[in-house]
């Protein structure tokens, strides 16, 4: 009998097989990574709900299994216990990673079926370790089949995301990064060499970058029972650059993307900023005890909310919860807290760090510690990100935010835009500053800041510039006792090559934009400079006029520290520093009385500098640094 199909059933048929091509089955493991980052002991706290990172149910007691070497390695971090060794696939199956690789130094990260006793077979290892990739099977008959990739530096989706995909159909083998195949090959026997006793580990390789976990290096895993197409593999990677480009942490949960985030505070009041996944109504409430009893209804659904709060009393310490809603859903910041300004002549202690970029792992390290101090208020000197500009929204969302929110939920940030931000516009998105222009100036205490945009150094640091006439007006009429600027480039450095390659030829000791603005500093007695934009300590002795000046000059104080890239030094020393440190470190500066104490503290919260001011009512300044004799100032 001769079979006859309509038109209709075959173009049926012809979708189903369409479909079926291009929708993978549900995997069997699927799995988020964020790094869980929250202040110790009863300051813990994780605004909102999230997805647990996957711990395993490992037994009470156990001798632990061998470990994988990669790249003659040991791992760093080891997550076991997640699948239960039935469930690995052992025919056809697919390996899913989706990697944020921006840290200079070499990390990896393995994802691998294996034996618990030492001399075990691996049966399959999908791995990343410094840009490149690899995927490997053992068979039966002892042979293996490796697949290896370099990954062009900084190539990937955004520059800093991978997606790699191992896929396995009982005979090829298909390695595939950002959506193309880039390698392949055939086993030569019939089936893996599985172990008696087979688990499956993801394993963390990071050695060269202290503080560094799994979920800053890995943020998806999944796992499938089936060798994944590539179209299946490209509609995977497109849904992850969507969640991406969103600055969604997590797909289908109703989350805070950031904050609650302080910024900008007075003795009267406080700026708060939050950010969902979805647009949402908020309440926000306030109070001077944990019952609150004020509140704030913000009834237009956006992503972004901004609350100022106002009417506050100076010095008093506040507690404040955000919840936000979208239809029934409902999400709650926990109960946080803050401080108001203080009033003059009261002391006030304040952080500084400069440019957190692109490590979260140091930033939570720092903002722990820094929160030990309990400062006030916490200042940032620009490149909060590496490129953290209109395209570049993770790295606000899954970078910045990550490590340093904790601390800013309940420490306010004043800020000055680095050239990682120098756009604004992820940078005014987030911040509630009184200008838009990126320059503003707020006073604490005793002391007056001025925040200024460096950015635009070469048009507005000059004479008749934006910048300097705003700045020369407002320092004229300044009668702070203790003064400080704050902008993201070096006036005066001793770094190796970014003014001149000081390994080749002379350098200009900082930048000559910036330079240009420094005698109004010295003209109205601005006592501290502070930037960053290098990743080093420096403190110069005081200057002026080019020169040493004790008498009558200005602190420079470079505080790059945060999680950018270490820089290092110039070979021969300069004239003007006093002290250098090569390392991530944050700074802490009390005003108390008449007196300033600073000191700056390494990752491991060891003092690695101090200084002590103190200045008279007559404007005579004492100065000591370290272990040296005090020095008179005018």
Not at 21 to 48: I, R
Request: include cysteine; glycine fraction near 8%.
């Amino acid at each position: 009998m001769r079979l006859r199909f309509s038109p209709l059933a075959v173009l049926a048929l012809l979708l189903c097989s369409s479909v079926s091509s291009l929708f993978a089955q549900q995997p069997v493991a699927d799995w988020t990574f964020v790094p869980d980052y929250v202040l110790p002991a009863k300051a813990e706290n994780h605004p909102g709900p999230r997805i647990d990172n996957p711990k395993g149910n490992a037994p009470l007691v156990e001798i632990d299994s061998a470990s994988l070497r990669f790249n003659s390695e040991l791992p760093t971090e080891r997550l076991r216990h997640l699948l239960p060794s039935e469930s690995i696939p052992r025919e056809a199956f697919s390996v899913e990673m989706w990697i944020l690789h921006h840290v200079n130094q070499p990390v990896g990260a393995v994802v691998a079926a294996k034996g618990k006793v030492p001399g075990d077979t691996v049966p399959w290892s999908l791995g990343f370790h410094n840009w490149k990739s690899s995927f490997s099977t053992q068979g039966i008959d002892g042979a293996m089949v490796q697949l290896q990739s370099r990954i062009k530096r900084w190539g990937g989706y955004k520059q800093r995301w991978i997606h790699l995909v191992a896929a396995y159909d009982g005979d090829v083998i298909r390695m595939f990064v950002n959506g193309e195949e880039v390698a392949s090959g055939h086993m030569h026997h019939d089936k893996l060499a599985w172990p008696e006793h087979t688990e499956l580990e993801l394993a963390a390789y990071m050695n060269s970058e202290p503080f560094m976990q799994w979920a800053n290096l890995v943020h998806r895993v999944k796992i499938y029972t089936e060798a994944l197409s590539e179209t299946q593999i490209n509609r995977n990677f497109f849904a992850l650059q969507k969640v991406v480009e969103e600055g969604r942490l997590y797909d289908g949960l109703f989350h805070f993307t950031a904050g609650p985030y302080l910024n900008y505070m007075t003795q009267e009041s406080v700026n708060v900023v939050w950010e969902t996944d979805r647009d949402a109504t908020a309440k926000l409430e306030w109070g001077t005890t944990a019952e609150l009893g004020e509140e704030m209804e913000l009834s237009k659904s956006n992503r972004l909310q901004t609350a100022t709060i106002k009417g506050l009393k100076p010095a008093t310490p506040y507690f404040y919860r955000i919840r936000s809603n979208c239809g029934d859903e409902q999400i709650d910041s926990g109960l946080l807290t803050f401080k108001t300004a203080v009033k003059e002549s009261q002391p006030f202690k304040f952080a500084v760090i400069g440019d957190t970029e692109s490590r979260p792992h140091v930033n939570d390290r720092l903002a722990k510690l820094i929160w030990s101090e309990r400062p006030n208020f916490l200042i940032n000197l620009g490149d909060l990100t590496d490129a953290g500009k209109e395209p570049h929204r993770y790295e606000w969302t899954h970078e910045y935010f990550i490590g340093m929110n904790q601390l800013t939920s309940r420490v306010p940030v004043f800020a000055v835009p680095g050239n990682g931000e120098d756009d604004l516009y992820w940078y005014n998105h987030y911040h509630d500053y009184p200008e838009p222009e990126g320059f503003y100036k707020f006073r604490f205490g005793d002391a007056a800041f001025f925040m200024l945009d460096s950015n635009q150094r070469k048009e507005e640091f000059v004479p008749g510039g934006k910048q300097y006439e705003w700045l020369k007006k407002e320092l004229a009429a300044c009668d702070a006792k203790w003064k400080f600027a704050c902008h993201h480039h070096a006036a005066y450095t001793g770094e190796e090559d970014d003014y001149g390659d000081t390994w080749k030829e002379g350098t200009t000791f900082g930048d000559p934009a910036v330079q240009k603005i420094v005698p109004l500093y010295e003209e109205f007695g601005v006592d501290m400079v502070m930037f960053g934009h290098l990743h080093l300590y420096e403190r110069s002795h005081p200057m002026k006029g080019g020169q040493v000046d004790f008498a009558a000059g200005t602190i420079h104080l470079l505080a790059g520290g945060g999680g950018g890239n270490i820089e290092d030094f110039a070979p021969t020393p300069t004239f003007f520093s006093a002290k250098v440190h090569r390392g991530h470190h944050y700074v802490i500066i009390e005003s108390q009385n008449n007196t300033l104490t600073m000191r700056m503290y390494d990752t491991n919260g060891a003092i690695r500098d101090s200084l002590v001011l103190s200045k008279q009512d007559d404007g005579k300044v004492t100065m000591k640094a370290g272990d040296t004799e005090q020095v008179d100032r005018k």
